[in-house]
């Protein structure tokens, strides 16, 4: 009888076995799956959720009533709404199977670790095994993490992501990582970087490192862009492919791109309308490809650099008639535009022209600075940066 | 994610910067708050926030433990002006304190001296990253 029900409820024949209970006749065991079903529907579960509820935990039919209210009142008080605490306890039906002492003991470390009471409950319910694991088991994985060097907001920042980061082994993974090359260092900073990274399989790892090496790199090279830019392991292949092409574009070599590529891996990460419109800007500046093609040669994080604050620089360069530092020197872009602007005025109100020819003076390191003209990076941006300026003209206006 | 809006950023800017980094969609009003403050912490002007920002939105992902350790480190090599270093190459600060350890080490052993590698460091943010590359 018990069998035919379930069966025709939608179940597998498979089930019945798992569903038997010394405890209680076959007919009450048909009456208590019958007040189950009703109460799941009652509760708001749709059929398709109470068979997969069934076939994740058999047992549930050995549930009261009110156990079950009593786990659906603990994740509302939690702050789940009703969509949340039938998704929940359809992902992880166990949660019936618990006290509430056993559940509260982990949430209660979960939260006091920085996770909120919800983000808690979630890590929790979203793991098959969870509930089967203590107290001390999670305090040890934390505690792990933390001695291999992950910082509390790491973690924190991994369980928000992926919750599996507390119920999976990170020390195969560690070990896994260093056999491919990685320190362990390295593998702590590109997954603290990259949260979701602990959710990519190493099979996946493995395949996309052998997937990058094929488009010209060299495993040391792929480990270096890798901990620079962990998160070329989401990107797809074909979109890394096509963004090296790009460059190509640009007249460089395979070999020219790999440079400028495991210097400055993060223009990967940028989409070819974002690189288009960065060399877009140098062409409306007045560069040819060949003057483009030389800069991002010496200076590949050019790339990285603001739209703005690029074409700013190359302006007050234009303004002082120093232009011919951005072919001769792509380099000396980096330094701020207010340093170059008090360092020319400093150098000019001293009597020292810049010109071409000794240009270089205006990018000096800071110590040689100082030690040739006497005067510290603060004090010349004090004398000559934007505010001095206004007030300079203000002074001026007010004479 | 709206309070990327009051650092100057329009709509196309932050598409453009979740193409690059999705998470940001999932960060919330405090973990925005909290890892942009690191940047006002060490001065850097509104307009250097949105530049650095822009250019490298990665850094919205990363570990306000781990920036603040990396800051650490650099005041404690006398580097003080970090709102330069940071406009000038906003992805230093996606670098862990064992990269500059494990580059000024590599310096050292080169026969350089602590004072001119901090000096290049600082004249030229992307040298760690050009270390080793021919």
């Known amino acids: 009888m018990l069998k035919e029900y379930l069966i025709s409820y939608g179940l597998d024949e498979s089930i019945v076995n798992r569903v038997k209970n010394d405890r209680y006749t076959e007919k009450r065991m048909l009456e208590k799956a019958v007040i189950i079903h009703v109460h799941l529907h009652e509760l708001g579960f749709s059929k398709e959720q109470i068979l997969i509820i069934i076939n994740k935990f058999p047992r549930i039919y050995w549930c009261t009533k009110e156990r079950i209210n009593e786990k659906i009142k603990l994740l509302k008080e939690f702050g789940f709404n009703d969509n949340e605490v039938l998704f929940t306890c359809t992902s992880n039906p166990f949660i019936f199977n618990y006290s509430n002492e056993n559940i509260l003991e982990k949430i209660n470390y979960f939260i006091s670790i920085g996770l909120t009471k919800k983000q808690a409950l979630n890590t929790l319910c979203m793991w098959n095994n969870s509930f089967f694991r203590t107290k001390l088991y999670v305090e040890n994985k934390v505690n792990y993490l933390m001695s291999i060097g992950f910082k509390k907001d790491a973690i924190v920042k991994m369980i928000k992501t992926n919750p599996s980061i507390i119920w999976n082994s990170f020390y195969q993974r560690m070990e896994q990582f260093k056999k491919l090359g990685y320190k362990e260092n390295e593998v702590v900073k590109m997954h603290s970087y990259y949260s979701n990274l602990h959710a990519i399989t190493l099979d996946s790892i493995k395949k996309k490192i052998e997937e990058i090496e094929s488009l010209g790199y060299i495993n040391s090279e792929v480990i270096k862009m890798t901990v620079s830019l962990p998160h070329l392991f989401s990107y797809g292949t074909y979109s890394i492919k096509e963004k090296l092409l790009f460059l190509r574009t640009l007249g460089l070599s395979e070999r020219e791109v790999k440079k400028i590529t495991l210097v400055n891996t993060d223009v990967i990460s940028y989409s070819i309308e974002t690189i288009a419109s960065k060399i877009n800007t140098f062409k409306d500046l007045g560069y040819s490809n060949e003057k483009i093609k030389y800069m991002i040669l010496d200076f590949p994080s050019i790339l990285n650099s603001s739209i703005e604050s690029i074409k700013e620089k190359i302006l007050y360069l234009r303004s002082i008639d120093l232009e011919g530092v951005v072919m001769s020197s792509p380099k000396d872009l980096i330094q701020s535009t207010d340093l170059t602007k008090a360092r020319y005025e400093y150098l000019k109100n001293s009597g020292v022209v810049i010109t071409m020819d000794n240009y270089r003076e205006l990018f000096l390191g800071n110590d040689a600075f100082k030690n040739k003209y006497g005067i510290t990076k603060a004090e010349l941006i004090k004398l000559y940066g934007k505010n001095n300026e206004v007030k300079q003209e203000l002074k001026k206006e007010g004479e | ?134």
């Not at chain 2, 250019?55 to 781990?66: F, I, M, Q």
């Not at chain 2, 990269?99 to 004072?115: H, P, Q, R, T």
């Not at chain 2, 000096?119 to 050009?130: M, R």
């Open chain 2, 1 to 134: 994610m709206e309070e990327l809006f009051q650092w100057n950023l329009n709509d196309l800017d932050i598409k453009e910067m979740i193409s690059i980094n999705n998470e940001i969609l999932n960060l919330d009003r405090e973990e925005i708050n909290d890892i942009v403050s690191i940047l006002k912490y060490v001065n850097c002007t509104d307009k250097q926030i949105r530049n650095i920002l822009i250019a490298n939105p990665n850094y919205l992902s990363r570990c306000k433990s781990d920036v603040i350790d990396l800051i650490k480190k650099l005041k404690e090599l006398n580097i003080n002006d970090l709102n330069e270093l940071f406009d000038s190459n906003p992805h230093f600060l996606n670098k862990d304190v064992f990269e500059i350890e494990d580059y000024i080490k590599n310096e050292i052993s080169n026969g350089k001296v602590l004072n001119d590698i901090i000096d290049e460091l600082v004249s030229n943010p992307f040298i760690i990253d050009e270390m080793g590359v021919l």
